[in-house]
């Protein structure tokens, strides 16, 4: 939810407040209380005026049993956004599941081949900032082990992609967030987009992840690591 309160446009306050109400109807009193002394937007004064003004153009209705609603439009309105709302928490619920998958995978398989290695390039903490990372964000484009080349985008923070572009043959790993290009780069380490990368990559083909690292870790001093 926007936490800004839309206190100049009395429908989107009285939406705002449906939202945390979370009641189809309410008697004007407990409205009225919620209104200032829970959520303490308006005095008791402005609050009664407020409800008062709602029922008069119509953004509130009152109910055959003296409580109040939103009117139909807003009601619509607001079961579209507690529709969108069940929907994005499970669909949290389902990545956060995953991500603990992941996790709990890692550390299971902590003396395989891959996590060995893996490892090697990881700071503390890292592998937790990793799963935090959705599969989804990553679009691989090139893996090409015949020339080398290895090319990944990644959404971020930031408006444009992050990009990934690993070259075996010249020993040069790009990557442009700011963990990797100020801090990670330096130690020759890798962020949470290239963690999360080599996850995704091993899942897919482990024997190639593995392969990979190993160049990279086999000549560790002749690789750039740079953005």
């Not at 985008?153 to 990009?163: H, L, N, P, T, W």
């Not at 987009?193 to 690292?213: G, Q, Y």
Request: glycine content about 2%; overall charge positive; aromatic content about 8%.
């Amino acid at each position: 939810m926007n936490l800004k309160i839309p206190k100049k446009d009395p429908s989107e306050l009285m939406l705002y407040l449906w939202k945390i109400i979370d009641l189809p109807k309410i008697s004007e009193k407990d409205l009225l209380y919620l209104i200032s002394f829970e959520f303490f937007l308006v005095s008791p004064e402005q609050g009664l005026k407020l409800i008062q003004n709602s029922l008069k153009n119509n953004i509130l209705i009152k109910n055959s049993d003296n409580t109040i609603s939103l009117n139909k439009d807003l009601q619509h309105k607001l079961s579209n956004w507690q529709k969108k709302r069940k929907n994005k928490i499970i669909e949290n619920e389902k990545i956060n599941a995953e991500r603990e998958a992941t996790l709990r995978q890692f550390k299971k398989e902590s003396k395989s081949d891959f996590n060995v290695i893996l490892k090697a390039f990881l700071d503390k903490g890292t592998i937790n900032r990793a799963v935090s990372v959705s599969e989804d964000a990553f679009h691989i484009q090139t893996v090409d082990i015949d020339k080398g080349i290895i090319k990944a985008k990644v959404a971020g923070s930031k408006k444009e992609s992050y990009i990934i572009q690993i070259d075996m043959n010249n020993k040069t790993l790009k990557h442009d967030c700011h963990d990797f290009v100020n801090r990670r780069s330096k130690n020759k380490k890798f962020c949470k987009h290239l963690t999360r990368f080599f996850l995704i990559l091993k899942d897919k083909n482990e024997a190639l992840a593995i392969k990979i690292l190993n160049t990279i870790a086999g000549s560790i001093p002749d690789w750039d690591f740079t953005e």
